[in-house]
């Protein structure tokens, strides 16, 4: 069974996930890293090009190749889930649900790279935005659900492992 990460932007999937793989000793495949690497371009730079349709195919795409594999980390962008085929490609995964508050992923998101936007808002009133059209979704798909905001790398990946623990799946 695959563990698939997924949440807004700025919640620490990749990281998470990074450092649940070493710990698990599983596969570690990040959904965007693995279509940056494949268009040989930024993300910000295959949106600015060819849109958000032609990058959520290729998303779609990544997904089915690592849908694919068994005992995996899977780490997706913000918006892999809301399309119902990928909840379906991933749907043998345990999906965990990493949140933060508003005030967390802004202050993230202030020293992260520049991101695409998604609603053609300033990135205060995104989050805002997708927050309230995504969570709803988000905590529908979420086998376990994991708040990040005052916890260490090592802390979301200890509460990960007690929840693997109880379900027997280490």
């Given at each position: 069974?695959?563990?698939?990460?997924?949440?807004?932007?700025?919640?620490?999937?990749?990281?998470?996930?990074?450092?649940?793989?070493?710990i698990?000793?599983?596969?570690?495949?990040?959904?965007?890293?693995?279509?940056?690497?494949?268009?040989?371009?930024?993300?910000q730079?295959?949106?600015?090009?060819?849109?958000?349709?032609?990058?959520?195919?290729?998303?779609?795409?990544?997904?089915?190749?690592?849908?694919?594999?068994?005992?995996?980390?899977?780490?997706?962008?913000?918006?892999?889930?809301?399309?119902k085929?990928?909840?379906?490609?991933?749907?043998?995964?345990?999906?965990?649900?990493?949140?933060?508050?508003?005030?967390?992923?802004?202050?993230?998101m202030?020293?992260?790279?520049?991101?695409?936007?998604?609603?053609?808002?300033?990135?205060?009133?995104?989050?805002?935005?997708?927050?309230?059209?995504?969570?709803?979704?988000y905590e529908?798909?979420?086998?376990?659900?994991?708040?990040?905001?005052?916890?260490?790398?090592?802390?979301?990946?200890?509460?990960?492992?007690?929840?693997?623990?109880?379900?027997?799946?280490?």
């Open positions: 069974m695959n563990i698939t990460l997924f949440g807004l932007r700025c919640v620490g999937k990749t990281t998470v996930g990074l450092r649940l793989s070493d698990t000793d599983r596969v570690f495949f990040d959904t965007d890293s693995i279509i940056k690497k494949r268009e040989s371009k930024s993300i730079e295959i949106i600015n090009e060819k849109g958000w349709d032609y990058f959520r195919t290729r998303e779609k795409e990544v997904i089915k190749d690592v849908s694919k594999e068994n005992n995996a980390v899977i780490s997706l962008g913000g918006g892999a889930l809301m399309d085929e990928n909840v379906e490609l991933l749907k043998d995964s345990l999906f965990i649900l990493l949140k933060a508050d508003i005030q967390t992923m802004r202050s993230r202030e020293g992260d790279a520049p991101r695409p936007s998604l609603t053609n808002q300033d990135s205060q009133n995104e989050i805002d935005v997708i927050m309230a059209e995504r969570m709803p979704v529908e798909i979420a086998d376990i659900i994991i708040d990040t905001d005052s916890l260490s790398v090592y802390e979301v990946c200890d509460k990960i492992l007690l929840e693997l623990e109880k379900r027997r799946l280490m």
